[in-house]
């Protein structure tokens, strides 16, 4: 950890006397014996820094619209309870000055900046979202995308693709949502599964003894790391390539389902597991979009007419549309 | 809004000369006419501000330990593609200078600071997360919390109770989990429901024919906010408070839990789905812990030999100690 950046804001009903509160807020940080710089003074806007001992950093700011904003940045080494201290100081003195013209008082957990484990996974659309990760496990290129494996308290070992967090050792929810939610009977069925390389869904539907399970994933980096780390979601079924009712083809799933279509080999069940944004050694198509509606194309294609197709809806809406242009 | 406040970190495998790679930085400011500050420059370790037009900014600082930050901060109203195309220059302006020195570049999402409909709900074990919220449908505070009800785009509408996210109405695979992941009979059975007032364990195990459900809710207001609010969790159970197999008794729990031990009753299933620090209009035990013990002390009672007790495991690691104690 290299700084630690905690925020404290203020919401308030009408504008502030921003000289007059911030020379009362000033005493706060000459106790800390921080310097300070003016970078704006008027009535109702105002920025203004300290600087101090340590490389303690203060932003205060009060904009027009009524807002106030305090930022405090502490270094690798400094005392944790200081910064605490110092921002229960602030909000106490902005309490007792401007009492009932606050409308809302936000702090939000200290962002931990430069540490050498990264707790910030940002969502696919671009969600802020930290993690109790406390160890990397697995952190390397293949030639295909970053693949990384942290371990966090709360959700077991976590597998993250191109920074993309892609399932957690307790997502067994998300594994049965993606196979029908239990509804499905797949005793004797044939099953195909694209991607799926962290073996979850492979190792839930050979529990249900189905007749053969194919599953092409491209990376088999993906494949040697979660059979490593994510055991909880893949159990042994990675540790063979092949068993009584499966098989795990390493290749590209698209040449896999044009030889599938020419062959006229068919599914019980496609289950789509690719990543959100699925990756081919030749994307014969520009867009993304088109990218996915070729695959579900072909996986359309290799189903039998009683058979199922499931996939994931991810977060973006844009998926949707896709899926609803094809069936409508 | 009021505040848009993105950042932009640079580890360095190595100390970079900070006062060269400044000077070089100093440029892209300078075309968006940002005044410079200096707040304190030494070879290995600085830290320059810099202030511009429409209230744009920002703050650079080199660390000793080889970890740069930038933070910049636009005001309502600031062009959005303005802050990108600055902060992408930085980053392009760091990669040119400093290459191979470069071990990992991080640009998090920016917080949103100061906005009319809050984005951000730390877990209770302090971790920032940001959720997609448009609309506050529910916000006002009942005689034991803070109630709100936010809807989000990705997990539907969501309880906060004290600020604590308690549930969305994507969350039935947490209904399911706590009412023992489907594997349980609950026909004709006694249920007793500690808290829920969301009515979600109410709804789906009405669904299962039971004898009877009890339910204890010590809060009015949480029940009215979820019966207009949450209705894909609770569909039309909380509509009346009694029901062909329900009742539902606006109490606090810890009385009805003693009086029920006193007059022998018990019951198949006790479900104990109360906040993480549950709320209580009388407690008699000074902590959290001892008042934790105590429901379940009470539970345990009212439960009949071959009953089952269900409740949550929160992210509070503590939360397993108090059973763990009990049980064994």
Redesign the interface.
């Known amino acids: 950890m290299?700084?630690r950046?905690y925020?404290l804001?203020f919401?308030l009903t009408a504008q502030a006397d921003s000289s007059a509160t911030l020379k009362e807020l000033q005493s706060v940080f000459q106790e800390q014996e921080m310097?300070e710089?003016v970078?704006?003074i008027e009535r109702n806007?105002c920025?203004v820094?300290y600087?101090g001992k340590n490389?303690r950093?203060a932003?205060v700011?009060f904009?027009s619209?009524g807002?106030v904003?305090i930022?405090f940045?502490s270094?690798?080494g400094d005392d944790e309870s200081e910064a605490y201290d110092l921002l229960n100081s602030l909000e106490e003195k902005m309490k007792a000055l401007l009492h009932s013209n606050i409308k809302?008082i936000?702090r939000?957990?200290a962002?931990i900046?430069?540490g050498a484990i990264?707790?910030?996974w940002?969502t696919a659309?671009?969600?802020?979202?930290?993690?109790?990760i406390d160890e990397v496990l697995f952190d390397d290129d293949s030639p295909y995308q970053n693949i990384k494996i942290l371990h966090s308290?709360?959700f077991g070992n976590i597998l993250i693709l191109n920074g993309d967090v892609n399932l957690a050792e307790s997502d067994l929810?998300y594994t049965q949502?993606i196979m029908g939610s239990?509804k499905e009977d797949y005793a004797g069925k044939e099953v195909l599964i694209l991607g799926g390389g962290d073996g979850g869904i492979l190792y839930e539907v050979v529990k249900l003894k189905p007749k053969m399970i194919t599953m092409v994933e491209i990376d088999q980096m993906v494949i040697d790391g979660c059979r490593k780390h994510m055991r909880r979601t893949c159990g042994d079924v990675l540790d063979n390539l092949t068993g009584d009712c499966y098989q795990v083809l390493v290749e590209d799933c698209v040449p896999v389902l044009k030889k599938y279509v020419s062959e006229g080999k068919t599914f019980d069940y496609v289950i789509n597991d690719l990543t959100a944004v699925p990756i081919s050694t030749a994307p014969e198509e520009d867009s993304t979009w088109e990218f996915l509606r070729l695959i579900l194309d072909l996986s359309i294609k290799v189903l039998r007419p009683s058979g199922k197709y499931f996939t994931q809806v991810r977060?973006c809406?844009s998926i949707y549309i896709v899926l609803y242009s094809y069936f409508t």
Chains 1, 2 share one sequence.
Not at 126 to 132: A, H, M, Q, S, W
Request: with cysteine; net charge negative.
């Open positions: 290299a700084l950046h925020t804001d919401s310097t710089t970078h704006n806007n920025l820094t600087y490389g950093f932003v700011r904009q619209c807002f904003s930022d940045q270094c690798e809302k936000k939000l957990p962002l900046r430069g990264d707790r910030y940002p659309d671009g969600r802020l979202v930290e993690y109790d308290q709360q929810p949502a239990g977060e809406f």
